[in-house]
């Protein structure tokens, strides 16, 4: 049976996802703002949580409404039959996010809510469930727009943007999802060599290596919030976890580079426990000792911008980039995230295309910029491309910026309302005897840092990660098994 289903994504990435839903066979696809609806069923919400590279999370709403107050808000919440979705026993929580005239403070909207599930249940049963912020049962999830409402089951929990594989960060890191998003939008599918010359805690690498090699990004994740609903079907997701028939083998090699030598040990790190070393190096070196790849490649990176994180001469490390794409990048693609003109004016190229796309709270441009020897006329005479077609009309798109700037006030509101979806969060790192036994999935063990070792926890989820000779006998639980605790 096909219900409504919503996929949350950044600002500037809803066309990715799009296309996204639709190669995973979602019906009814529909670009809305920071958001994509769609139709499926059950397999499909699994596998949108799963394998989309680029949402955030996945809704299935419940109900739609007027909200033009609080009491309006209340007494239609309350007319959901919630014993169907919250069991004895059981405890949930709510996340509101509002852009209202009327409500002002979305915690407000949020304890409404809470009140008219824990009224009903007083007058049905004579209990009232539990609240719980940090770990509930049952997630939900209400959206106001001026007076329209929608209450929905959160299917995600953890943003989905928390892989699983990050064992450690830098300042700043970019967002998992961002950096999926990016790389789809330039086409790239592991065609070409791959390469990220300020790489930090190597983020666009592995994203890369993930969609080169066409793996689900939510194989790292030791949990998903659909596996605590009542009608959960533990087989069904079994079946969609373990199928890797999909994926596909990477003929070329990714190579990050960094100046700090801390953010190549911790992109190391990273790569590692995501079980990619075959697919990426990591190297320290500084861009401006950058030189021709001896291969076709795409550069994709996201420099300093001088906002969260800078460098000592920012204007003049962007001059830099430039003149090393142009003198040792030739006949390549390079593919720049930042924030300020003054940046993209000092690389002194011109760009094939630019994309509007927000990193956090901060309103950027992604560039495309086509390497080519020699001045542009005598390129373009001689049959080379700058912009294609569909670039060209991309770029002559009136208001391509400014749509999405009536949205850039409310941003600080909903990183309130959802800091794990806008921020990147910092994990711990924990030191690990390689000698014991490696994380075989992602329940069946608990790290104990007293002991620094893994300690059994049950045998659920056993089947997904200990598979035997269909992933590569032995090598294969060091390539899906090995990933971090997460505090």
């Known amino acids: 049976m096909e219900f409504e289903l919503i996929a949350k994504t950044f600002m500037g990435l809803e066309p990715v996802l799009a ?46 409404f007027k909200a033009r107050s609080a009491e309006e808000v209340y007494n239609e919440v309350n007319k959901i039959d919630w014993q169907q979705y919250i069991q004895k026993g059981k405890t949930f929580s709510v996340d509101s996010v509002v852009y209202s005239e009327e409500f002002r403070n ?101 994203e890369a290596a993930l969609i080169a090699r066409n793996m689900s990004p939510g194989i790292f994740r ?9 009608d959960y079907d533990a087989e069904l997701f079994d079946t969609i976890y373990n199928d890797d028939s999909q994926e596909r083998p990477f003929a070329h090699h990714i190579y990050g580079y960094d100046i700090d030598m801390k953010a190549v040990n911790t992109a190391r790190l990273n790569v590692k426990a995501a079980g990619l070393t075959n697919e990426i190096s990591v190297d320290q070196k500084d861009f401006k000792d950058f030189t021709q790849p001896a291969h076709t490649a795409i550069m994709i990176t996201n420099p300093p911008y001088g906002e969260r994180i800078s460098t000592p001469n920012l204007l003049g490390t962007y001059k830099m980039i430039g003149e090393r794409l142009k003198h040792h990048f030739v006949g390549n693609e390079a593919w720049i995230l930042s924030y300020r003109e003054e940046c993209f004016e000092q690389i002194g190229l011109k760009p094939s295309l630019k994309t509007p796309v927000f990193n956090g709270s901060l309103e950027c441009e992604f560039r495309k910029y086509a390497i080519f020897d020699g001045k542009m006329k005598d390129f373009r005479t001689e049959g080379g491309i700058i912009k294609t077609e569909e670039e060209k009309r991309e770029m002559a798109q009136k208001n391509r910026f400014k749509k999405n700037r009536e949205f850039k006030k409310r941003l600080e509101e909903e990183e309130e ?60 639980k060091n390539k899906y098994g090995r990933f971090g605790h997460e505090d």
């Open 106 to 206: 979305s915690r407000f909207v949020t304890y409404k809510v809470k009140d008219a599930i824990v009224d009903q249940f007083r007058e049905k049963t004579g209990e009232r469930p539990n609240i719980s912020v940090s770990n509930p049962d049952i997630r939900l999830h209400i959206h106001i727009a001026e007076d329209d409402a929608t209450l929905s089951l959160d299917s995600s929990g953890e943003s989905l943007h928390r892989r699983g594989y990050r064992q450690e960060s830098v300042e700043a890191p970019l967002n998992e999802v961002l950096a999926a998003g990016m790389i789809l939008m330039t086409g790239w599918k592991g065609d070409t060599d791959f390469i990220d010359p300020m790489c930090g805690s190597g983020t666009l690498l592995i």
């Open 417 to 476: 309302n959802e800091g794990g979806d806008i921020r990147s969060f910092k994990f711990h790192s924990f030191e690990r005897n390689d000698k014991k036994e490696p994380r075989a999935d992602r329940d069946r063990k608990d790290y104990r840092s007293d002991r620094n070792e893994w300690r059994p926890k049950g045998d659920r989820g056993s089947k997904r990660f200990d598979k035997g000779p269909k992933r590569g006998g032995k090598d294969a």
């Open 222 to 230: 030791k949990e998903f919030a659909f596996e605590k609903w009542p």
């Open 19 to 64: 296309q996204e839903l639709t190669q995973l066979g979602a019906n009814n696809v529909q670009i809305g703002r920071r958001m994509v609806s769609f139709t499926g069923d059950k397999e499909m919400m699994y596998r949108a949580n799963f394998q989309l590279h680029t949402a955030i999370r996945i809704l299935k709403p419940i109900k739609h």
